[in-house]
């Protein structure tokens, strides 16, 4: 599967921003998807994901109550809705995908497929 992620941008602080990640070659739906993002001079850290069968949805604890993750089958695309965004946010953001990952993995950065990253930048 190949994924492409969009969606990034410069916004003030308390804006939203919504990144989308698009699949060719597969269907999404068979897919644990995942949002990652790294700041510069920092290691890729989970944002959060969406589970294949049971779409179960996690976050990280920075992200709850101001991220969603959510999926459209029809479009094959997972988003990430990103409300009240602070400077502290930005990164490059990188969708990921993985057909096999158990739960304790999730957030760890080892899933077989990755978009190419979008920058998101929130100035205060």
């Known amino acids: 599967v190949q994924l492409q992620a969009s969606g990034g941008g410069l916004v003030q602080a308390g804006g939203s921003l919504r990144l989308s990640c698009a699949a060719s070659?597969?269907?999404?739906?068979?897919?644990?998807v995942s949002w990652f993002r790294q700041a510069t001079g920092k290691e890729r850290e989970f944002v959060a994901a969406s589970r294949s069968r049971s779409l179960n949805t996690y976050y990280t604890d920075s992200v709850k109550g101001r991220f969603t993750i959510s999926r459209d089958n029809a479009k094959n695309t997972v988003y990430l809705q990103m409300n009240s965004l602070k400077p502290e946010d930005s990164a490059v953001y990188y969708c990921?995908?993985?057909?096999?990952?158990?739960?304790?993995?999730?957030?760890?950065?080892?899933?077989?497929?990755w978009g190419q990253g979008t920058q998101v930048t929130v100035s205060s």
């Open positions: 070659g597969r269907t999404l739906n068979i897919y644990t």
């Open positions: 990921a995908a993985d057909r096999s990952l158990i739960l304790s993995s999730i957030a760890s950065p080892h899933y077989d497929y």
